[in-house]
């Protein structure tokens, strides 16, 4: 099992351009979980899907869409990249609520000059 | 809201123990443990529930007061691969996301 798999590792944007943040899991998790980690800030949440086919806002959604295309594959895209969105962006998956663990995926590290 | 952390970090020599705590200000449901190691992903540790279940695989343990809204994490006779970012994230009742601490720095020295 590979787990948590995200694509790609690294990424450079200009501002205003856009990409998406790829993830999936093989693990049949049903809720999945788009964070950032900033220096300092610890993990934010950025957006989450609790089931396939339901999406919801977590702390910092802003600049951000996502779309959860099946229950393996959630992705994250940003339209109108940002300085301020230079971050590491880690996707996470668990069976359930959050009775249950998260795993996360390697990270994306994305550099927005 | 965020949950504390304390302290913000700590260094110790092989064999030493360590506390880390994780405070809310709001009722728990669940509190969750991570290590984070430079450049890598966090990996989980444990999770304690409200009713006492804890569930966990590592030989580190941890104690969840409901009443204070608290949860401690202890590490008892500290190896070299402690090292890391340790961080607590909290759930409240009906709150299906967590909420991540800013984390506490361990640096386990020989």
């Known amino acids: 099992n590979a787990g948590v798999t995200q694509t790609p590792k690294f990424q450079v944007l200009k501002t205003g351009q856009s990409m998406t943040l790829q993830c999936a899991q093989d693990?049949?998790?049903?809720?999945m979980y788009w964070y950032r980690q900033d220096p300092g800030m610890g993990l934010r949440l950025i957006y989450y899907?609790?089931?396939?086919?339901?999406?919801d806002k977590g702390e910092v959604p802003n600049g951000y869409n996502v779309s959860r295309l099946n229950k393996r594959e959630f992705s994250l895209r940003l339209e109108s990249a940002a300085p301020s969105q230079t971050s590491v962006y880690f996707c996470?998956?668990?069976?359930?609520?959050?009775?249950?663990?998260?795993?996360f995926g390697p990270g994306t590290r994305l550099t927005v000059t | 809201q965020q949950p504390v952390q304390s302290p913000q970090a700590v260094i110790l020599r092989e064999g030493e123990d360590a506390v880390i705590n994780c405070s809310s200000s709001?009722?728990?449901?669940?509190v969750h443990w991570y290590r984070q190691k430079h450049g890598e992903a966090p990996v989980f540790l444990m999770i304690l529930l409200k009713g006492g279940e804890q569930k966990g695989h590592e030989k580190i343990s941890a104690s969840f007061n409901e009443k204070k809204q608290q949860s401690s994490l202890y590490l008892t006779a500290s190896q070299l691969s402690y090292s890391g970012t340790y961080f607590c994230g909290t759930a409240n009742f009906g709150n299906e996301k967590l909420t991540f601490g800013t984390g506490t720095r361990l640096t386990i020295i020989p």
């Open positions: 899907s609790a089931s396939e086919g339901t999406t």
């Open positions: 996470a998956s668990s069976r359930g609520d959050t009775s249950y663990e998260q795993y």
């Open positions: 709001k009722a728990l449901y669940s």
């Open positions: 693990m049949n998790h049903n809720s």
